[in-house]
């Protein structure tokens, strides 16, 4: 089974390449339901059988790159037996995937012989300019909306350079968010004895991290050139983390109010399809650190919480 979880994206990564990004959860749940030094064994053996797969299908690239998340399984294992909860455990993968991460790009340009950070701006102008050339020989299209469209297109390529690092840091964020709430639910799931953390509606951060996002606010407003461009950085990261904590809040409302579980699709639906309703999030997870919004029925003495 774990040799076909990982050769699936290499297999048809068309269908499954999405995979790459969740296959964390593979290996920490064999490590977590069989202990680390047989669930090693046990992903040892798997993991030769997906490598001559992807060595037989010319993608050991691509197999190469789903190995990168081993690290982050055995992060969140070695939290989860120190009893550690979710946001330090959280913390620890987070450092642990991005150093990983950065070892395998910097291998990959040096063997390439060009700067991976380097070739993705390049695409990404690429792709920009790209797309208003697509734009542009539509000609039905007015005089007025292409000369907007060059505007803020013109205005991305000046952007997204100076905020390129601070989305690659919630690309990291995300992806050790994903695996660690998918692993964990999977757990409670199929064996609850060994699920590290209680339910997601369960999750908090510290509080001291409050100051995250206003120092990025202040580094923002006041700031200026790079020290500015850290700030936004530093914002899109403080957005991103307290849009978990107000999903686990808005998602134990649900769970309190005993909300049937066909409206909490549409619920989630209009979530992701609003863009306000990702920065409501955020801003509901904020105040749940003055407001606690979970203290009615929430035991203090329950593992997992903080």
Known sequence: MVAMVY????????????????????????LRVFGTREGTSLLRNGLL????????????????????????????????????????AGARGTITLA???????????????????NHLLELLDAGFTQ?????????????????????????LKLLVPRILPGVLACMVLMTVWMNMVAGNTLLLQRNPEKAPWAGYSGWRLPEQLVWLPIIALALTL?????????????????????????????????????????????????????????ILLAVLGIADVWIDFRRMGR????????
Request: aromatic share 14%; glycine share 8%.
């Open 299 to 306: 035991n203090d003495g329950q593992p997992g919480e903080e």
């Open 222 to 278: 006041i700031g200026q050139g790079r020290i500015r461009d850290a700030g936004i950085c530093l914002l899109l990261v403080a957005g991103l983390v307290y849009f978990f904590q107000g999903l686990a809040v808005f998602i134990h409302l649900l769970e309190r109010w005993k909300v049937p579980r066909y409206l909490r699709l549409v619920f989630y639906l209009l979530l992701i399809i609003q863009s306000y309703g990702l």
């Open 99 to 117: 150093l990983t991460w950065i070892a395998f790009w910097t291998i990959y340009g040096i063997t390439a012989g060009m700067n991976p950070y």
């Open 131 to 155: 797309t208003f050339e697509i734009y542009k020989s539509n000609t039905d299209l007015p005089a007025e909306v292409l000369l907007d469209l060059d505007r803020v297109i013109s205005e």
């Open 7 to 30: 050769v699936l994206p290499v297999l048809i990564p068309a269908l499954f390449g999405w995979m790459n990004m969740v296959l964390a959860v593979p290996a920490f749940y064999v």
């Open 49 to 88: 059988l997906a490598a001559l797969g992807a060595l037989l299908l010319n993608q050991v690239g691509v197999f190469l790159f789903s190995l990168t998340m081993l690290p982050l399984a055995y992060s969140l294992d070695r939290s989860a037996a120190l009893g550690e909860g979710p946001a330090r």
